[in-house]
């Protein structure tokens, strides 16, 4: 499927803008983004550049920072569901991340994504702290080391829509000392308005699951109760401790549509 000129000029942006700010050697300005190239996204992406030439490139972390504020303001800018997921899920440690649905097993599809191994169909966002991490040298898919695909299913159990809804709410909170669980926020219903809004994406015969062992028992428990400290789960992450973290719990979302599937996680470190 060829992607209209406006998609690919926001991906070429935002590749650039998330290279910048990882550091890599890459020139200011991205190449290729003329008002021919950048179709309906003209307006934002001559927005974002004009932003972007006002950044002074020293002290370099300085213009991390402000690079990486501007990133984030530009995807919140690109659709209602990168506002959405970075209102929701951008300030913990969480990772987001959607691929095409290409096998009838979708258990390989969310491996690849775990893996990033693929793109993210509609070049939407994803929240991927670990991008950049030079962990991955040793664990190619850190911070998760999960099942082969045969055995994926194992560690996983279906969730009704409001449950998967409850689940991604909660990934809002810290595992460790979270001053303000979901169950007592007076924007708890702004909250489950976001998570729906990811979840919509995917359709309405979505069907979804998740590694939490409360689920083997009941498809909709009450994550918002329970708050993300009291969810335990089938780990999907590494056992290896590598840059002086430690992993110790996760919760995590699957999102299987027709056409796409959504991987929502959790991390809990120290």
Known sequence: MTLPADRIALGLLDAHLEGLCDGAALPLLPEGLDDRAVGEAGDLVRWALDRLRGVPRQPVG?????????????RTRVCPWNAAAVRLLGDSYNFVATGPRSHEDWAHDVLAVLHRSVRDPRGWIRLDPDRANAARHSVPAYPFDPPAAPQLAQCLHPLEGEAAVAALAVMTEEWMGEPAPVRTRPDQGAVLADARTLLDRYGPGAGYWTNATAAASDPAPDFIAAGLKGTGSHRFLTGEYLNGLDLYEDLGVIAVGRDEVGVFWSIGAY
Not at 62 to 74: I, K
């Open 62 to 74: 300085d213009f991390a920072r402000e690079v990486g504020g501007l990133l984030g303001e530009f």
